[in-house]
């Protein structure tokens, strides 16, 4: 008789769908009978500079050692990182990206029953990794396609352990200020963990944005998350970190796997943090395709999720089916992100690309639609 290895899975495990990335090139490439060469990716938020000389620097010198297993404690990095934020290395916990962390965070936390609290429109990863270790996921109803803060405290009960708040939001593009974060955080209660992720915060020039690490004295409860890929161009060697307080550092830390992150992520990592030339770049780069995204947007007549980050959502035209579009964009070589699992019917995300990856994609946009 054949065994029905799905009943044997956990319960939390056999109801997930497997998370679905952006469509990498090749792939397409495939499909299509594309050249590589003539399709442009803007669907996973990735930096469309490519990663910083020093980065790349530090990426070859680590080569060499390639046959030997990374430094499990990420020494460099830490100390690199405690010189740019002004943080203790027992505050960190490094992660194979930052969903790393988010991964952590639940496992040491959050037992089968429980629940964790997140917003509409928010990274769909939150849910899945309560949903593995048979925790619920209460989802609030947002407001103008941000964080609802007040209804979210509201919906904090007996069972709740973490409540996730992104800022900015992925995929919409909103932003909470200062002021609203602290009261958000003064209404949670204090056994309630509340983790920051701050993926996309080197992009938002705005003034009332608060950074989360300088929070952390006054909420013990806090856990920030950032990520090497957005900003510093590192997406695919997978590295990002969390800064807490260091008893909630040590627990994340005993369920670290060792060597998650690997020799040449973490020589990237700590180069590319005194990279300031690169960051200033890329911004610059980010402010433009802004502009320009949005210039067109308004030229073709589609409403837009405004953005502090480095994407924006859009409206498909009334009577457009979504789908129809992004298959469409595919057939003209250009990549962008269905955001439907994400509760917004009618819109697209696109990530800001270089000048000229931008044009590619407004022209293939004003040729699906007309």
């Given at each position: 008789m054949a065994v029905d290895f799905l009943q044997?899975?956990?319960?939390?495990?056999q109801a997930l769908r497997p998370y679905q990335p952006g469509k990498p090139i090749d792939e397409l490439a495939r499909?299509?009978?594309?050249?590589?060469s003539d399709i442009v990716k803007l669907a996973s938020n990735e930096n469309p500079m490519g990663p910083g000389p020093k980065a790349l620097a530090a990426i070859e010198a680590s080569l060499q050692d390639v046959t030997l297993y990374p430094d499990g404690a990420g020494f460099e990095l830490k100390k690199a990182l405690c010189e740019k934020l002004g943080i203790k290395p027992e505050q960190i916990t490094l992660g194979n990206g930052s969903s790393d962390i988010l991964d952590f965070i639940v496992r040491v936390f959050?037992?089968?029953g429980d629940n964790i609290v997140v917003s509409q429109h928010s990274f769909a990863i939150y849910g899945l990794v309560a949903k593995m270790v048979g925790a619920d996921c209460i989802q609030v109803p947002a407001v103008d396609f941000g964080h609802d803060l007040k209804a979210m405290a509201a919906a904090i009960n007996e069972r709740t352990k973490i409540v996730f708040i992104t800022n900015p939001n992925n995929p919409t593009g909103t932003w909470l200020t200062r002021s609203e974060l602290v009261s958000f955080l003064n209404s949670v209660p204090e056994h309630v963990l509340v983790l920051l992720d701050e993926a996309y915060f080197e992009f938002v020039a705005e003034?009332?944005?608060?950074?989360g690490i300088s929070l952390l004295a006054d909420y013990p409860n806090l856990v920030v998350a950032r990520t090497f890929s957005k900003a510093y161009g590192l997406a695919a060697l997978r590295v990002g970190y969390s800064v807490s307080g260091p008893q909630i550092a040590d627990l994340l830390n005993r369920v670290r796997p060792p060597f998650n992150v690997n020799s040449q992520a973490?020589?990237?990592a700590a180069a590319a943090l005194t990279d300031d030339d690169y960051v200033a770049s890329t911004l610059a780069v980010n402010r433009a395709g802004l502009m320009q995204l949005e210039a067109a947007f308004k030229e073709l007549?589609?409403?837009f999720i405004p953005s502090v980050g480095n994407f924006i959502a859009f409206k498909v035209p009334e009577n457009t089916d979504e789908n129809t579009v992004y298959q469409s964009m595919l057939q003209q070589g250009v990549i962008i992100r269905p955001v439907g699992n994400y509760d917004m019917p009618g819109y697209l995300r696109v990530t800001v690309g270089t000048e000229p990856q931008n044009a590619k994609f407004i022209e293939a946009l004003k040729t699906v639609l007309s």
């Open positions: 044997l899975a956990v319960p939390g495990v499909e299509l009978g594309l050249n590589e959050v037992n089968d003034e009332e944005y608060p950074d973490l020589a990237a007549g589609l409403s």
